[in-house]
């Protein structure tokens, strides 16, 4: 606006005693006082504070009561683990139409374990079971009993006696709501099955199945959790920073609002048809405390800057507004546009968190810029005085030690972030989900009882299948199958394979034992492979392509060089999920960062800028990183989860984003040439706000790195420790001492006009 307007609003007078000319006319981007589009709905609000807050309060109250959790609607949902045409699950169907019921989704296991020996009460309660889930034919659709089949005796029981488990095939697909209730039906039943059998006895479901339902539970009860922990770290961070509790009140109650908004909206959106996943609320959550007090934060900072120098309300925020509105709009954006990209996924466990974030920090950043400012104007003659003298020195100090060296704290600093990124090329990745925690959920009790009696991964097999044109049952036929059986009995890593090259070679006869590994027309194959190694980590996945590679190679040049091989199992879903992974990987930081990058330069104007904001983001990705893999991997000896580095890089560069805008918009206010005083005179002002912007961030995923859930606690580590690397390092640091070095050339390609300001 102009500076005869600006004084009057700032002091009340209508005789200015002075008056400003400027030359050249200001540009938009460095007039924050001008009256900007994202001012425009904010003067509704500055009529009718109360008003504003009250709908809000009623849009979000009358989502909770109204609307369905957002549990209810991922219950709902069917999102399987993979897509179903992955070659695995393709496999699989090929199988149960074989050799099964042709309508298997998902298989369970039902343990029994007796600490003395299997006794007559046992078996009595086992074939009660059997029966019970017999009579349920539209759930289970097989149980491999070994009273119907001798053959599976050795296989189903255990050497010492103390051990039997019973697979059961359900109609519900693997990671579906359906699968997920027959889990819990079937837990029923073995509970009533365990009441008729004596003391020490144990009755477990597992199997992955029952794992993801385990999972979702663990990922619930997290979500609570954080809510809870977050708002209480929330409450004593901001009662620290300043020190009256009603300041705290202002991002607080923007925060519970935007909460139940978010969680309204994405209620809505998942019953129109948006994929929502177990992992949503817990993250969305977060992102919506952490992006809420942030945003809060940044306007109670501007506001009372401009309080201080005009002393009137109304104006202080109307400018706060003004001048930050758009950075806040443009941070938003860059958080909600990064985690679009994420929709494009192949795997649900990227594609089902990126949108609702996407849709969360939208409703978050428009609850802020009207909910918040209405609260300032409510609340503004009551909100804390200035930062404290310390706080301002230590900021003060820091900016002139930036403007004195910037040269060498950049490689001071760039160099201490490689360091923690030294353990990036050593990762090793899990693709499989399990609770750190052995004793955590009923599955890994299961697995953990199948271990003290029978060979690792029992209830883990891969399966090859050779497809042929043909019937195989003539001795030629058999006698090359039973070569491959032989070969991948050689292959590293496996354990057994059944049928053995023996069995294999023999006339072979319709009886029970055949029809487990040959099809009714003789035409399908099967052989079972166990191994000793994991089939969720990068051995056990090696081993099933080179049991593929293998089969191939034996049947090259015999009879059945012509038929197909699939394999299937708990690897090859490991493997599938690898596989998706990577493409995945490349699509999300391929756009991501040049999504991130297109949007700074559009922020700033500037190609030089955005490009070393864009490192400086990702090598403090890179370090983060560096550092969870150093803790997990290195430390607790905890492989990494495959999708911690893609969910980590998509808030962590976004974030850092989102930080590095507000930073250098605030020294693109800058009316004259940027020197490095001028950087110092930013890092000053905008030091205590950022800082304290993504600590708070920061903690909001705190609570989540205790989740007996491994990949939510390391995923959730390395967003922690990546903020606060961003804020404290990167962005009062490392990008500062960079703007400082380039001086105007940051603003490169485009030219700014320096201004001449006279008084008269």
């Excluded at 005789?15 to 000319?21: Q, S």
């Excluded at 659709?141 to 053959?151: C, F, I, K, L, N």
């Excluded at 605030?666 to 004259?672: H, K, S």
């Amino acid at each position: 606006m102009p500076s005869e307007i600006r004084h009057r609003v700032c002091t009340g007078s209508t005789n200015p005693v002075y008056t400003f000319r400027v030359e050249p006319d200001d540009p938009p981007e460095l007039d924050g006082e001008r009256p900007r589009a994202v001012a425009r709905p904010v003067r509704a609000v500055l009529r009718v504070p109360k008003l504003t807050i009250a709908l809000w309060i009623a849009i979000g109250a009358a989502g909770l009561l109204l609307l369905p959790g957002i549990g209810s609607v991922v219950a709902r949902q069917d999102n399987g683990t993979l897509p179903l045409s992955s070659p695995s699950l393709q496999a699989l169907k090929v199988m149960d139409d074989s050799f099964g019921s042709s309508r298997t989704g998902s298989v369970v296991f039902v343990v029994f374990e007796d600490t003395r020996a299997l006794s007559g009460h046992d078996r009595a309660a086992y074939s009660d079971l059997v029966a019970r889930l017999e009579a349920r034919p539209s759930v289970v659709t097989e149980v491999q009993d070994v009273r119907t089949s001798p053959a599976l005796q050795n296989v189903l029981v255990s050497r010492d006696d103390k051990a039997t488990y019973l697979p059961v095939g359900l109609s519900g697909a693997l990671g579906t709501e359906q699968s997920a209730s027959q889990v819990t039906w079937v837990r029923s039943q073995a509970q009533a099955a365990r009441a008729e059998t004596r003391a020490g006895v144990h009755v477990y479901v597992t199997g992955a199945a029952a794992k993801l339902v385990d999972i979702t539970s663990l990922a619930t009860q997290a979500g609570f959790r954080v809510g809870i922990i977050a708002m209480i770290l929330l409450f004593l961070i901001l009662l620290g920073i300043y020190r009256r509790v009603v300041t705290v009140l202002v991002p607080l109650v923007t925060i519970g609002i935007a909460t139940m908004c978010a969680m309204s909206v994405l209620s809505l959106a998942g019953d129109a048809g948006m994929r929502l996943s177990t992992y949503t609320e817990s993250f969305c959550v977060a992102v919506v405390l952490g992006a809420g007090t942030d945003y809060s934060i940044f306007l109670i900072s501007r506001f009372r800057e401009e309080f201080a120098r005009c002393g009137e309300v109304r104006a202080a925020v109307a400018v706060a507004v003004g001048r930050i509105g758009g950075a806040l709009l443009a941070s938003a954006g860059t958080v909600a546009i990064s985690s679009l990209v994420l929709y494009f996924a192949r795997l649900s466990i990227f594609s089902t968190i990126g949108p609702p974030i996407a849709l969360a920090v939208t409703t978050t950043v428009l609850v802020a810029l009207t909910a918040t400012p209405a609260l300032l104007l409510l609340l503004g003659t009551r909100i804390g005085p200035a930062p404290e003298p310390s706080v301002i020195d230590f900021w003060g100090r820091t900016g002139r030690y930036v403007a004195a060296k910037p040269g060498r704290i950049l490689l001071v600093g760039a160099g201490v972030l490689l360091v923690m990124s030294a353990s990036v090329p050593s990762i090793r990745l899990a693709y499989d989900d399990r609770p750190s925690d052995p004793n955590a959920t009923e599955s890994n009790r299961g697995v953990a009882a199948l271990d003290r009696h029978f060979a690792p991964y029992v209830t883990q097999p891969d399966y090859v299948l050779i497809v042929s044109t043909h019937d195989m049952r003539n001795t030629r036929d058999l006698a090359d199958i039973a070569r491959a059986s032989r070969d991948l009995a050689r292959v590293s890593g496996v354990s057994s394979v059944s049928p053995s090259s023996t069995v294999m070679s023999q006339d072979v006869r319709p009886n029970a034992a055949s029809r487990q590994f040959l099809s009714a027309d003789g035409r399908i194959a099967r052989i079972q492979v166990l191994g000793t190694t994991d089939p969720g980590r990068t051995a056990g996945i090696d081993r099933y392509a080179d049991a593929g590679r293998r089969v191939s190679a034996a049947l090259a040049g015999t009879g059945l060089s012509r038929s197909t091989v699939m394999l299937t199992g708990a690897a090859g879903g490991s493997s599938d999920l690898r596989h998706y992974f990577r493409g995945d990987a490349r699509l999300v930081l391929i756009a991501v960062l040049l999504t991130v990058l297109l949007l700074m330069m559009i922020v700033l104007r500037a190609l030089v800028a955005p490009l070393y904001l864009l490192a400086s983001v990702i090598l403090s990705y890179a370090a983060a990183l560096g550092v969870t893999v150093f803790v997990f991997q290195l430390l607790l000896g905890q492989d990494i989860a495959f999708n911690v580095p893609v969910l980590s890089f998509v808030l962590l560069v976004a974030v850092g984003a989102d930080y590095n805008i507000l930073l250098m918009s605030r020294i693109r206010e800058n009316t004259g040439s940027l020197t490095p005083a001028v950087v110092g005179r930013a890092v000053t002002a905008t030091g205590p706000v950022i800082t304290s912007a993504g600590i708070i961030f920061a903690c909001t995923f705190l609570p989540m790195t205790t989740s007996s859930l491994a990949s939510l606690a390391q995923l959730c580590f390395a967003v922690v420790v990546g903020l606060l690397l961003d804020t404290i390092v990167v962005r009062t640091l490392i990008v500062p001492s960079m703007a400082a070095v380039l001086g105007e050339a940051n603003w490169w390609p485009a030219r700014r006009s320096v201004r001449r300001t006279t008084i008269s």
